[in-house]
């Protein structure tokens, strides 16, 4: 692994690795059963060198700031690659929002370039919205077939310029990204991220999940979001390793491409893992009563030799055709994005295949605590990360109180709202809004959330005022979403829902019809984000001298309602 | 060449059958999330047996976002 301790920014730290691993392979493009793209980190550079060139002669300079929307493929990390290069900040965006909340965010981050693929390309030209995104000021559209109509874009394979482009250096303290947490819908947050918080969470990141050339990481989470650029682009690329990416991500081909690339690490949000710890559990059931039992003992023989730390090698030979389902040389499946329950841990755990499981926000860099497996504790979700500040504040008497950290891999800020980045920090420390304590062996165990949001078994962050605007013209007097623990605190983190709180007119009565008018609206929404029932409030709701709608004391008004009886379900 | 409605009428043939529900109780128009109880990876197993059953290719960013079998026709007609 390079000393990264040494560097200064992403840029130069990818630079270094690709002469340093030339001729190890970085980078394997299946799609299907077919194999697309197989790259070693000289051919890498060899792509990648033309486009930061030619970016360059456009006047792309340091500070500039490009965005890539794109699912996960070898292009995304050509692209980003250029961008660190040539000094600019990337806005790495979430290939599955809208076109209008793209360009919503494309806007804010006032990106002056734009990457692409075709098919998002083509929605994107087609919502109105771009026009007023005009700080875009070059789009590069990969894939696009021979004749399509590019709307005013470059062809990605075609903008190349043959000199070599100048490396341009950048400080640790300088923005390298502007990752958006949320606010789609409302108010953006653009976390920046300087290039100190990414060397610094790969070097602790690393300390205890390594790797090296040879090890192939499985790139599922869609590299925009903090885990898989930590641990499927830079962490590996610093390091030597290969990130192998699927264009479908289908589950039958996830299943073939673990034993068909000899998977070492693979990221997975608690969706996915639990589908597959059902899939196990079905062909467990089907086995016969004979093997069924052997397998149950051996399964108690792995356990019992495990309990102190995981073994690898026991593990393989003992559950040897459970493991070769996952290639054979799977050593972690690293959980993230949401809550897992800790009974899907210790499944996986107990067939002695470890689960990294952790604890993180956008905003404090990818991960704050991480289970160092020694021993494993399926019921926390680990210990801080070396570098890693983390407090509980004005605890209960059980311990649990708010959970604030402090490290160099926290954020600098909300870009362009000192108001909101006010809001989250005190005295240096970012407050998560995420209720915990800690046990006796510094084991971090969270218990649920005051802040008013929820996150999805998917690990989608989804804050209520970003879909609210659907419900815009309701025919009612006033309405507000809510997460529903935020109302009526809860001590946990799944199943959370959200919930719409409407204010009737006067004689005004919750009908038919306007239920289906909510359901109609909710359905316009993403599944993973529309609200889960309704909730009637009399009276007018409490506002601001701007009239915007006091969502804290309004909730408190909806706390003195019955949770299981207020909520009429959709 | 099938038109769009008997495009319709396999998809949801083919989910009947897939996800094992009485026939005649899903239309054009059902979310299938809601109707089936299903979550984005059981849906996207669906998405394989009707690459094989119209034999194309469908890139899962041409699905993002579809949640009802009407849609989802659409996607794969285009593509027929």
Redesign the interface.
Known sequence: MLDLSKYQSIGAALKDALTTFANETCLIEADRDREKERLTYKEFQNRAHPLARALQDTGFSAGDRASIIMTNQSKWLISAYSIFFTGGALVPLDYKLTPSEHWQLLKHSGAKVLITEYPIWRQLAGALEGASADNVKLVLVTEAPANADLSGAQRWEEFRCVPEPVFVPRERKDIACIVYSSGTGGRPKGCMMTHENYLEQCVALTSLYPFWPGVRYLSILPTNHAIDFMVGFFGPFTCGACVVHLRTLRPEFVREAFAKYKITYVSLVPLVLKNVQKGLQARFEELPQTKRNVLNFLIGVNKAFTKSQPRLGLSRKLLGQIHANFGGELRTIIVGGAFTEPQTLQFFYDLGIPVANGYGLTEAGTAITVNDLHPFRADTVGKPLPGMEVKIVNPAEDGVGEVYVRSKTVMAGYLNDPELTAEAFSDGWLKTGDLGRFDQTGHLILSGRQKNMIVTEEGKNIYPEDIEAVFENLPVKEFCVFAANYVWPKRSMVGEQLILALHLENNQTYTEALRNDIIARNNRLLNYKRVHGVVLLDGDFPRTASLKIKRNILAERLAQLDRSSAILPL | MRNLDQTTQEVLDLAIQHFKVAPGTLSPSD?F??KLGI???QA??L??RLENHFGI?L????V??V?DFRTLAERIQSRL
Not at chain 2, 59 to 62: A, Q, S
């Open positions: 979310d999330f809601k979550d984005s990876l996207l197993e998405l394989s290719e890139p899962d960013y041409e993002q976002g949640s």
